[in-house]
C-alpha cells in the first residue's frame, strides 16, 4: 500500500461521487425529544425512521416501546439486524434475552414473538429490517404485514396530521 504523508491523509476524495449513487443520510438527534417524529404503530408503540430505501426495500428504524406485553409475532423473509439502545426485550421461541447493548441478527425464516417484560419502562431498539414483516398467528397463518412502503405511508399520515407535514419523511426516504 502507497504511503501518503500527512497533508495527503487529510485531503478530501479528489473526484466526482457516482452520479446515481443518491445522497447520504445524516440524522441529528436521532432519539429526538420531538414526540411528534415518533411514528405510532401501536397503543405504547412506535417508531422513527433512519433510512427508509424504497429502491432496494429496507427500513431502518427506532422502535420505542413503552409498555410491557407481547408485541407481535412475525416472520422475515430476509436478514433483520438490531442493536437494544435501551432496555430489554425477548422472543418467546427463544432463551436469550437482548439487553442494552446487544447485537441482535435475524436469518431468513425466522419467526418469532417480541415479548417486553413488566419490569421494563421503556424499550427503544434500532432495526435494519430487510423486505418484509409478515404478521402471523402462533400456527403461521397471515394476519398482515409491513414493507417501506406500508411504513412511508403511515410517518407521511403521521407527519401530516401532528403539524410537521407529509412531506416531512421525504429526508429519510432513498
Given at each position: 500500500?502507497?504511503?501518503?504523508d500527512d497533508d495527503?491523509?487529510?485531503?478530501?476524495?479528489?473526484?466526482?461521487?457516482?452520479?446515481?449513487?443518491?445522497?447520504?443520510?445524516?440524522?441529528?438527534?436521532?432519539?429526538?425529544?420531538?414526540?411528534?417524529?415518533?411514528?405510532?404503530?401501536?397503543?405504547?408503540?412506535?417508531?422513527?425512521?433512519?433510512?427508509?430505501?424504497?429502491?432496494q426495500g429496507y427500513?431502518?428504524?427506532?422502535?420505542?416501546?413503552?409498555?410491557?406485553?407481547?408485541?407481535?409475532?412475525?416472520?422475515?423473509?430476509?436478514?433483520v439486524h438490531g442493536?437494544?439502545?435501551?432496555?430489554?426485550?425477548?422472543?418467546?421461541?427463544?432463551?436469550?434475552?437482548?439487553?442494552?447493548?446487544?447485537?441482535?441478527?435475524?436469518?431468513?425464516?425466522?419467526?418469532?414473538?417480541?415479548?417486553?417484560?413488566?419490569?421494563?419502562?421503556?424499550?427503544?431498539?434500532?432495526?435494519?429490517?430487510?423486505?418484509?414483516?409478515?404478521?402471523?398467528?402462533?400456527?403461521?397463518?397471515?394476519?398482515?404485514?409491513?414493507?417501506?412502503?406500508?411504513?412511508?405511508?403511515?410517518?407521511?399520515?403521521?407527519?401530516?396530521?401532528?403539524?410537521?407535514?407529509?412531506?416531512?419523511?421525504?429526508?429519510?426516504?432513498?
Amino acid at each position: 500500500m502507497a504511503q501518503l504523508d500527512d497533508d495527503q491523509k487529510r485531503m478530501p476524495y479528489q473526484y466526482a461521487h457516482p452520479v446515481d449513487a443518491g445522497h447520504e443520510i445524516v440524522v441529528p438527534n436521532a432519539i429526538p425529544e420531538d414526540e411528534r417524529i415518533w411514528v405510532p404503530q401501536g397503543e405504547n408503540v412506535h417508531f422513527r425512521p433512519l433510512c427508509l430505501n424504497a429502491s432496494q426495500g429496507y427500513w431502518v428504524n427506532l422502535l420505542r416501546v413503552r409498555k410491557s406485553g407481547v408485541l407481535s409475532r412475525h416472520r422475515h423473509p430476509n436478514p433483520v439486524h438490531g442493536i437494544v439502545l435501551k432496555g430489554r426485550w425477548r422472543y418467546l421461541e427463544h432463551d436469550w434475552l437482548a439487553e442494552e447493548g446487544s447485537y441482535v441478527y435475524e436469518p431468513p425464516g425466522e419467526t418469532h414473538t417480541l415479548v417486553v417484560d413488566d419490569d421494563v419502562e421503556e424499550m427503544i431498539t434500532m432495526f435494519q429490517v430487510n423486505g418484509v414483516m409478515y404478521y402471523v398467528d402462533p400456527w403461521g397463518k397471515h394476519m398482515g404485514f409491513e414493507d417501506v412502503f406500508t411504513k412511508i405511508e403511515m410517518c407521511r399520515k403521521h407527519y401530516e396530521a401532528c403539524g410537521l407535514g407529509a412531506d416531512f419523511v421525504d429526508q429519510f426516504i432513498r
